[in-house]
């Protein structure tokens, strides 16, 4: 079998603070394939994010990546040092910020953003990065690429200044792109145009793609699989079609349920009760129990392990090894 273009084994990652060490990311593995779109779903709070900086070595003080191996093209990158990132960090594994207007250096012009994100790895005159500039924004779908360059962020719609992230993120051709909520801010229309260019972009690259995201509509749209995230771990994994269809985590199920297309019209949308626990102090059995209607005493007491439901599909949830509970509501 081809070796995965990045593999997470066991992943910690931990923040010290005054009520004691937030176990942020605890324990999660995943692996992708080249030219496969990931994505990485679940409410805020749950470590996505903390992941994601964790994969480009960008998880700074008072966070630190306690355990685990990230391996990335053959390489171990756990243990890298800043010098050694620069050749990955942007050349080889490139970054969407979820807010784009802290992302952009608002004293400088879009066309010093774009240049730079060339001319950082390879050594072509301020000419060539501006051609591959102008080329990068019209791929993205921006009118008068010339007059963009000129412009600053502030001069930018959002919907702009993200397809310019965008741009800033393909340039030096990544083998690997993480999107950390790149369509959040934008509007329906503008969404759609920019996760199809973004798709084109990633067909003729043959780039992987980590999605990042809360909103299950996108990820119907775009990813191969998904893998879901809450409190820290990674609770379900599987084939986008699979878990839409047939979610084996009562926590997926309640996403799914959640989604504004699930409500019948003129009804209440959907809502998962209560909060995500604090990293500080995660429950000492399930940590979806306390939100979960199919909790009984053992989710309570004994942490679930993932266990696979099928090829491909696993969920962290008792519920795997007794089905017949499912249907038998709350203990």
């Known amino acids: 079998m081809t070796s995965p273009l990045l593999e ?70 756990t243990t890298l040092d800043e010098r050694a990132w620069t050749p990955i960090r942007g050349r080889r594994i490139g970054l969407v910020f979820q807010e784009p207007s802290s992302a ?16 950082a790895h390879e050594r072509v005159s301020v000419a060539e990065a501006e051609r591959r500039a102008l080329d990068a924004l019209a791929m993205m779908g921006i009118d008068e690429p010339a007059m963009r360059l000129r412009q600053y962020p502030h001069e930018l719609s959002g919907g702009l200044r993200q397809r310019v992230l965008l741009a800033m993120a393909l340039l030096p051709g990544p083998a690997l792109l993480v999107a950390d909520e790149p369509t959040t801010a ?45 409190a820290g771990q990674l609770v379900e994994a599987a084939p986008v079609e699979r878990l839409f269809a047939e979610p084996a985590h009562p926590y997926t199920a309640g996403l799914l349920a959640a989604r504004p ?19 500080t102090a995660w429950p000492t059995g399930c940590r979806f129990a306390a939100r979960c209607p199919l909790a009984w005493e053992r989710c309570r007491q004994e942490a679930p392990a993932l266990l696979e439901v099928a090829p491909g599909h696993a969920a962290r949830c008792h519920l795997v090894s007794e089905p017949a509970r499912r249907g038998g509501g709350p203990a």
């Open 8 to 77: 997470v084994r066991d992943l910690r990652v931990e923040f010290d603070t005054a009520a004691g060490p937030a176990r942020a990311v605890d324990g999660v593995s995943f692996a992708i394939a080249a030219g496969e779109t990931v994505a990485l779903v679940g409410e805020s709070g749950c470590g996505k994010s903390v992941t994601a900086a964790a994969l480009l070595g960008l998880v700074d003080p008072p966070g630190t990546v306690r355990a685990g191996r990230i391996t990335f093209e053959g390489r171990d990158c």
């Open 186 to 230: 934008l509007d329906v229309t503008v969404q759609a145009d920019v996760l199809d260019r973004l798709r084109e972009a990633q067909a003729g690259r043959g780039m992987a793609l980590l999605l990042i995201t809360h909103d299950l509509g996108v990820v119907a749209t775009i990813a191969r699989r998904v893998l879901v995230m809450y």
């Open 104 to 119: 952009l250096t608002p004293v400088r012009s879009v066309g010093a953003h774009l240049v730079e994100a060339v001319r």
């Open 261 to 279: 297309s699930a409500a019948p019209a003129g009804e209440r949308l959907a809502a998962i009760p209560g909060t995500v626990p604090p990293a």
